[in-house]
Nanobody
């Protein structure tokens, strides 16, 4: 069974940094587009950043210049380095894996999330 397991969340002061990690198992990791989403209380889940298998990235405007996504295909890991954190970054952060097959079938997996709280 495919698993995505996030870690690295916690409480941080405004202006601080956190690094989230997502460990993937039982998928051919290198062919999957990976992404980080977040959901704040009372709000819809939103894309933070995606990193395609081919290397293209797409950052939400709200995190550009502050967050950086990276992946290690040898370790089946994806990371989210978050700097200059703001209270509005407070949310549950979810790891996502997505793959479009040649027949246009979409396969997607989600982790259970890790909570990031930015507060003084």
């Amino acid at each position: 069974q495919v698993q995505l397991v996030e870690s690295g969340g916690g409480l941080v002061q405004p202006g601080g940094s956190l690094r989230l990690s997502c460990a993937a198992s039982r998928i051919i990791f290198s062919i999957y587009d990976m992404g980080w989403y977040r959901q704040a209380p009372g709000k819809q889940r939103e894309l933070v950043v995606s990193l395609e298998a081919g290397g293209a990235t797409n950052y939400a405007d709200s995190v550009k210049g502050r967050f950086t996504i990276s992946r290690d295909n040898a370790k089946n890991m994806v990371y989210l380095q978050m700097n200059s954190l703001k209270p509005e970054d407070t949310a549950v952060y979810y790891c996502n894996a997505r793959h479009w097959a040649s027949d246009a079938t979409l396969t997607t997996y989600w982790g259970k999330g890790t909570l990031v709280t930015v507060s003084s």
